[in-house]
C-alpha cells in the first residue's frame, strides 16, 4: 500500500508518486477503480534479525564462459517450459555464439536489486517479489518492450512470433536451463549460507574496543608488560621528534604493528582500533546527510596531518598530535585519571561526528596513525582483487555500497571493468569478501597475476 | 507522392484501419495515457487511425504518431481486429524511408533507428536518477547492448 510500506529507493525513483499524492490528499475515500497496489506481492521485503548473519537469497544463475559451447540447450528448455509457445523463440534465455573465439554467451535477466525495468515499465507489470525474483506480470504486461530499453543488457527479449516479451523468472526457484546444462556452464547458487566474516570481525572489534580500553587502561599509546612491549607507531615517531633521541626498544615495538600491516593490510584500522570500532556504530546509528567539501574530502590530508604532528611534536617539544589522537583517548578515558580528563575526551564525539558525511570520513581523510600505516601498507603482501567477470556489475554493486572507505569504484564495475582497489586506503575490513554472493571478491597475494574470472588457466 | 498514397492504401488495409468503429476500448487500455501528462484524443490510437482513414498524408508529417511505443495492448483487445501497432508501425516506416526522421533516436553503433524520441524521454525520465555511464549505455539498440555486453564477458 502506497504511503505505509517504507521504500528503500530515493523519492525521485518512486514510481507511484502519482497515487502516493491522492492518499495522502484523502486517505479515507475509496477509489471507485481497482486498486491494483492489493494485487500485488509487496515490493519491500521484511527485513529479518537473521538476515544480517544469514541472508535469504532467491539464488542467482550465475554463468561461466569457458565452459559454454554454445549448444542452445539452455535455449530449448527455457523455451519449452509453456507448452503452447514451445520454441526457442520463447526463451528467456539467448546463447551468442563466436566460432571463431570459441567464446559463447548466455544472456539472461539478472534479477536486479534495483531494477530499471521496473522503473520504465510504463504498465507497471514487472514486480521485485519479496524473494528477489524480478517477475513480468502477463494480465498487466502490453508488450510494449520498454524493458528491454531500460535494461543495460537488454535482457528482455521479444518472441517475433507473438510479440511477447519474456524475462527470465528463475523458473521459480529451479531453473530448468541450470539443471539441463550438459557442460555445467549455466549453474544455480543460493549464495553464502552464513556471513562468518562479519561475525567474526563485530566480535574481534568489540573484544579489543573492551581489552584497550577498559583493561589494559591506556596502553595502546604504549604497553608494556614484561618482555612484551608494544607501541603505536605514530606515537613512537613523534616521541623521537620531540626527544630527539632515537630509543631502540621504541622502534623495536613500534615494529610489531608494522608486520602484522605489512602481512596483512591495514588490519589495524579494519578490525582492533578501538575508535574505529566507535566510528563503525555511530554511522551505523547517523544518517549520512552531508557531503564533505572537495578540500577536506582529500586522501591526501592524513598524511598532511600526519607530518604537521611530527614537525609539532619537533618544534614544541612534546608529542603534539598524542594529546588529542582520539584513539589514545579513547584508551585513556576508562578509570580514575580518565575521569578528569573530560575536555580532552570531548575530541571523540567531535569526530565521531564527521559521520554524518561519510562512513568512516576521519579514517578516510584525517587519521595520521592511519596515514603511516597506509605508508607500510603500501609494501604489503596481500591484495584484495574484485573481478567484474564473474560477478553481476549493474544488479549488484554491493561490495561498493559495503565499503566502509569507499575505494571501490562502484562505476567501473557496473562498466564490467574490474576495479583497482589501493590497499594504502583499505582498511582489511574484507566487507566487499563477505557480501559478494558470487566468489568475485578474493585475498590475493601481491605477485599474483589476474583476478577472479579472468586468471591464466 | 503517388507511391506514398499506394503505401497508404496498403497499410490502412494491412492493418484493417478501414474496420475501426471507434469504440475506443485501444484508448482505454493505451499505455501512453500512463506515459504522457498531456495524452490527447490526436495522440490516441483512436485519432491517430481515424487520421490516417481521413486525412490522406497528412498523417505522415503529423507529430503524435512518434508517442507510440508499439505495443500490443490495443490489438489485443480491439474488436475488429485493427492493429494500431502495425498501423503506426507502417507510418513511421514510410516516413523513414524517405529521409532520416529526427523524431527517432539512433543507435550509437550501428546507426538503427531504435526508438522514438518522445518513447527515449520518458524512459529516460524513469531513469533520472541513475547514474550517467549506465544512461549513456542506453543509447544503443538492444542487439548492441547485447552483443556489447557479451563481447566483454565471454
Redo the contacts between chains.
Keep these: 500500500m502506497p504511503g505505509e510500506t517504507p521504500d528503500p ?2 523519492a ?2 518512486k ?1 507511484r508518486n502519482m497515487e502516493t499524492k491522492t492518499a495522502k490528499t484523502d486517505p479515507q475515500s475509496p477509489s471507485p477503480f481497482l486498486n491494483l497496489e492489493d494485487l500485488r506481492p509487496r515490493l519491500v521485503p521484511r527485513k529479518r534479525f537473521t538476515d544480517r548473519f544469514m541472508p535469504r537469497h532467491s539464488g542467482q544463475l550465475l554463468f561461466d ?1 569457458s565452459r559454454c559451447t554454445g549448444c542452445g540447450t539452455c535455449e530449448m528448455v527455457c523455451g519449452n517450459r509453456n507448452v503452447s509457445l514451445v520454441a526457442p523463440a520463447s526463451a528467456s534465455v ?1 546463447v ?1 555464439r ?1 566460432e571463431g573465439q570459441g ?3 548466455a ?1 539472461y535477466c539478472q534479477h536486479c536489486r534495483r531494477p ?1 525495468c521496473l ?2 515499465c ?2 507497471r507489470a514487472i514486480t521485485r517479489g519479496e524473494d528477489g525474483i524480478v517477475r513480468i506480470d502477463r494480465v498487466f504486461c ?5 524493458c ?8 528482455p527479449l521479444r518472441d517475433h512470433r507473438t ?2 516479451i519474456h524475462k527470465c523468472d528463475l523458473c521459480e526457484g529451479d531453473p530448468l536451463c541450470a539443471r539441463h546444462c550438459p557442460e555445467g556452464a549455466l549453474s544455480f547458487t543460493r549464495g553464502k549460507a552464513f556471513r562468518w566474516i562479519k561475525g567474526l570481525r563485530w566480535t574481534v572489534q568489540a573484544l579489543s574496543f573492551l581489552l584497550l580500553v577498559f583493561i589494559l587502561i591506556g596502553t595502546f599509546c604504549s604497553f608494556q608488560a614484561g618482555v612484551v612491549s608494544l607501541s603505536c607507531p605514530t606515537g613512537i615517531l613523534q616521541n623521537i621528534a620531540s626527544t630527539k633521541t632515537i630509543v631502540l626498544t621504541g622502534i623495536a615495538t613500534a615494529l610489531a604493528l608494522l608486520l602484522l600491516t605489512v602481512i596483512a593490510g591495514r588490519l589495524f584500522c579494519g578490525w582492533i582500533c578501538p575508535f574505529g570500532f566507535v566510528l563503525d556504530l555511530v554511522g551505523k546509528a547517523v544518517p549520512k546527510k552531508i557531503s564533505p567539501p572537495r578540500w577536506l574530502a582529500n586522501r591526501l590530508n592524513k598524511y598532511g596531518l600526519l607530518a604537521g604532528a611530527v614537525g609539532g611534536s619537533f618544534a614544541l617539544g612534546y608529542q603534539a598530535f598524542c594529546t588529542v589522537c582520539p584513539i589514545g583517548t579513547l584508551c585513556r578515558s576508562y578509570g580514575v585519571q580518565g575521569f578528569f580528563r573530560g575536555a580532552e575526551l570531548a575530541i571523540v564525539p567531535a569526530l565521531a561526528a564527521l559521520e554524518v558525511t561519510e562512513r568512516r570520513s576521519w579514517c578516510r581523510y584525517f587519521c595520521p596513525v592511519g596515514a603511516l600505516l597506509a605508508l607500510v601498507a603500501s609494501l604489503g603482501l596481500i591484495k584484495i582483487v574484485i573481478g567484474a ?1 564473474k560477478c553481476k556489475k ?1 544488479s549488484c554493486v554491493q561490495c561498493a555500497e559495503v565499503c566502509p572507505v569507499g575505494i571501490i569504484d562502484g ?1 567501473l564495475l ?3 571493468v574490474s576495479p583497482k582497489i589501493p590497499m594504502t586506503e583499505c582498511i582489511s575490513c574484507f566487507r566487499c569478501i563477505d557480501r559478494c554472493p558470487y566468489g568475485a571478491a578474493k585475498i590475493r597475494f601481491r605477485w599474483q597475476k589476474g583476478v577472479p574470472g579472468e586468471e591464466a588457466p | 507522392m503517388k507511391r506514398e498514397d499506394d503505401r497508404l492504401t496498403r497499410l490502412r488495409k494491412f492493418s484493417k484501419a478501414y474496420a475501426c468503429v471507434e469504440c475506443g476500448r485501444c484508448v482505454a487500455v493505451c499505455p501512453m495515457a500512463e506515459m504522457y501528462p498531456d495524452f490527447s484524443i490526436e495522440m490516441s490510437p483512436r485519432g491517430i487511425i481515424q487520421k490516417a482513414l481521413r486525412d490522406g498524408g497528412g498523417i505522415l508529417a503529423d507529430e503524435n504518431i512518434w508517442y507510440c511505443t508499439e505495443c500490443n495492448a490495443g490489438t489485443d483487445v480491439c474488436p475488429q481486429g485493427v492493429s494500431c501497432r502495425d498501423l503506426i508501425g507502417g507510418l513511421r516506416k514510410i516516413v523513414l524511408e524517405g529521409h532520416p526522421a529526427e523524431q527517432m533516436s539512433y543507435c550509437r553503433d550501428c546507426g538503427k533507428p531504435f526508438l522514438a524520441r518522445p518513447v527515449e524521454r520518458f524512459v529516460m525520465g524513469r531513469l533520472e536518477q541513475e547514474p550517467p555511464n549506465v544512461r549513456a549505455l542506453l543509447e544503443r539498440c538492444p542487439a548492441c547492448r547485447r552483443l556489447t555486453y557479451a563481447r566483454r564477458n565471454a
Excluded at chain 1, 528491454?148 to 535482457?155: D, G, L
Design positions: 529507493r530515493p525521485g525513483l514510481r564462459p539467448t551468442f563466436d567464446k559463447n554467451f544472456l530499471l522503473e520504465a510504463p504498465t502490453v508488450a510494449c518492450g520498454l528491454t530499453m531500460a535494461c543495460p543488457e537488454a535482457a510479440k511477447e567477470k549493474f562505476n557496473r562498466e564490467g
